[in-house]
């Protein structure tokens, strides 16, 4: 059974700067992508950033320039390096990871979420 488990969220100063982990277990292969989404109160839950097993990466226009996806050296890790916080980065940040399955098929697995809060 797959499970993500994240970590590092918390309260900051608006400009500040946290680091997000998420340790994946439960798969044996490196997973066709892992990424971060984010979900404020009363929002739908948005891609931040994502990452592919082959090292590409993606990040949502809010983001870029402050925000760094990584894989680990460890397999199926992955970190989110959050830089120059905004109150409006505010949110549960989520651990994404995507296997991509015969037929064209996608299994998406998600951790708990950690609150990540931006003060101003």
């Known amino acids: 059974q797959v499970q993500l488990v994240e970590s590092g969220g918390g309260l900051v100063q608006t400009g500040g700067s946290l680091r997000l982990s998420c340790a994946a277990s439960?798969?044996?292969?490196?997973?066709?992508?892992m990424g971060w989404y984010s979900q404020a109160p009363g929002k739908q839950r948005d891609l931040v950033a994502v990452v592919t097993s082959g090292g590409s990466t993606d990040y949502a226009d809010s983001v870029k320039d402050r925000f760094t996806i990584s894989r680990g050296n460890a397999k199926n890790t992955v970190y989110l390096q959050m830089n120059s916080l905004k109150p409006e980065d505010t949110a549960v940040y989520y651990c994404?990871?995507?296997?991509?399955?015969?037929?064209?098929?996608?299994?998406?697995?998600w951790g708990q979420g950690t609150q990540v809060t931006v003060s101003s």
């Open positions: 994404n990871a995507v296997k991509k399955g015969p037929y064209n098929t996608i299994n998406n697995y």
């Open positions: 439960g798969y044996i292969f490196s997973f066709d992508a």
